[in-house]
């Protein structure tokens, strides 16, 4: 039975081999430092949304994934940076990043309560494509080092604001609310993807 939960997640994964152009990250020039690292994420919505996401399924999920999943996404996501600073080919990046959108907000949107070991490998495998996307513009800056730094607390950030959002579970309308705001990110995700 857990095996049938799993075939879309991994039908979405088999996508990723299709070549497709997903223009989930948008290039917005040359990276300097640490303002532009810090806006990054907050202003490509593919990232937004992954990034919100992984703190509302923290969020439903509870205790300890309340946490380990928005600290396991950075630590992956720096190994994935570090793979693009070192120009290490991972294919399909954008159709990873617009993947990671629409598996998280379905996971978000369906209430999906995996095992936590499951939810941190989902979590670490869409972290590798993110991370890679900032790293292969992280040779570019001025100061690679707070390039980094901005980034990683802008994710943070977008992490605890999704986990804020997420604890509206406990109240009678929140649920519904989480669950839309999946669903949302699932679209976007979808949009990412297709067009």
């Known amino acids: 039975m857990q095996n049938t939960r799993l075939t879309p997640f991994f039908g979405l994964m088999i996508l990723m081999l299709i070549p497709a152009s997903a223009h ?34 923290g969020g439903i999920l509870g205790k300890p994934a309340v946490w380990l999943l928005p600290v396991t996404f950075p630590m992956v996501m720096a ?27 379905l996971m978000v949107l369906l209430y999906a309560k995996p095992p936590l070991w499951i939810a941190a490998i989902i979590i670490g495998f869409f972290a590798i494509f993110h991370g890679h996307a900032h790293g292969t513009e992280l040779p570019e800056a001025a100061s690679p080092l707070s390039y980094a730094a901005g980034f990683v607390i802008s994710t943070g950030l977008l992490h605890v604001t999704g986990i804020i959002i997420g604890l ?17 990110i699932a679209l976007i995700g979808f949009y990412f993807l297709f067009f």
Do not use: N, R
């Open 79 to 105: 190994f994935g940076g570090m793979l693009g600073v070192q120009d290490v080919p991972i294919p399909g990046i954008e159709t990873g990043i617009a993947i990671s959108g629409i598996v998280l907000g």
């Open 24 to 57: 989930a990250h948008q290039e917005v020039g040359a990276a300097s430092g640490f303002i532009s690292g810090f806006l990054h994420p907050l202003s490509g919505l593919d990232h937004l949304v992954a990034m919100v996401a992984v703190g509302l399924w």
């Open 168 to 184: 509206l579970i406990h109240v009678p309308w929140g649920k519904k609310l989480v669950q839309g705001l999946g669903g949302v």
